[in-house]
């Protein structure tokens, strides 16, 4: 299974930006599909996760309300949707499937190459 993580860029703060995973290779529709972050230093953090068929979802805390993730299952691609972005935002982000652990654990098989998110002030 190989992830493709694209959309990272540079915004405002209050600005959007849609991050995209896609995902490739056997039974790679078949994972639940999660956004993880990091900064330099700090541990992976969770944000979001998607079941399989895009129609459950749970999200953390800290991006709730602010956050949407989905699933076009045609184009086997999961999003994140990430709007009224802060500068606390500004971080690598990661897709993960297949997790082997809790959810929103960063215990995942397969991992994107990440993409980078700068929020200015």
């Known amino acids: 299974v190989q992830l493709q993580a694209s959309g990272g860029g540079l915004v405002q703060a209050g600005g959007s930006l849609r991050l995209s995973c896609r995902a490739s290779?056997?039974?790679?529709?078949?994972?639940?599909v999660a956004w993880f972050r990091q900064v330099s230093g700090k541990e992976r953090e969770f944000l979001a996760t998607?079941?399989?068929?895009?129609?459950?979802?749970n999200y953390a805390d800290s991006v709730k309300g602010r956050f949407s993730i989905s699933k076009d299952n045609a184009k086997n691609t999961v999003y994140l949707q990430m709007n009224n972005l802060k500068p606390e935002d500004t971080a690598v982000y990661y897709c993960?499937?297949?997790?082997?652990?809790?959810?929103?654990?960063?215990?995942?098989?397969?991992w994107g190459q990440g993409t980078l998110v700068t929020v200015s002030s």
């Open positions: 998607i079941n399989w068929s895009g129609t459950s979802t």
């Open positions: 993960a499937a297949d997790n082997y652990g809790a959810a929103t654990s960063p215990d995942y098989r397969y």
């Open positions: 290779g056997r039974a790679s529709a078949l994972y639940p």
